[in-house]
């Protein structure tokens, strides 16, 4: 039962983009919540999708710092 929870919990967090121990060690003075973790991989996929339509724009296929 145990190795079916592991399971369902690596598939939920194997969708983000983000690090959860990157994004906790990042954090100096404040913890972090469950919902954060959400809440900035969907930060960071608008900012993804962003500097790509600007790189296409622009007729790239490479995302550059200045897409951002």
Excluded: Q
Excluded at 7 to 34: E, P
Aim: charged fraction near 35%; proline fraction near 0%; hydrophobic fraction near 40%.
């Amino acid at each position: 039962m145990a190795a079916r929870k592991r399971k369902a919990a690596k598939k939920k967090s194997g969708d983000l983009i983000i690090s959860k121990s990157r994004t906790k060690a990042a954090t100096k003075k404040c913890n972090v919540g469950a919902e954060f973790y959400g809440a900035l991989d969907g930060a960071v996929r608008k900012m993804i999708a962003g500097a790509e339509a600007r790189a296409v724009g622009n007729k790239r296929k490479t995302l550059k710092a200045v897409d951002l």
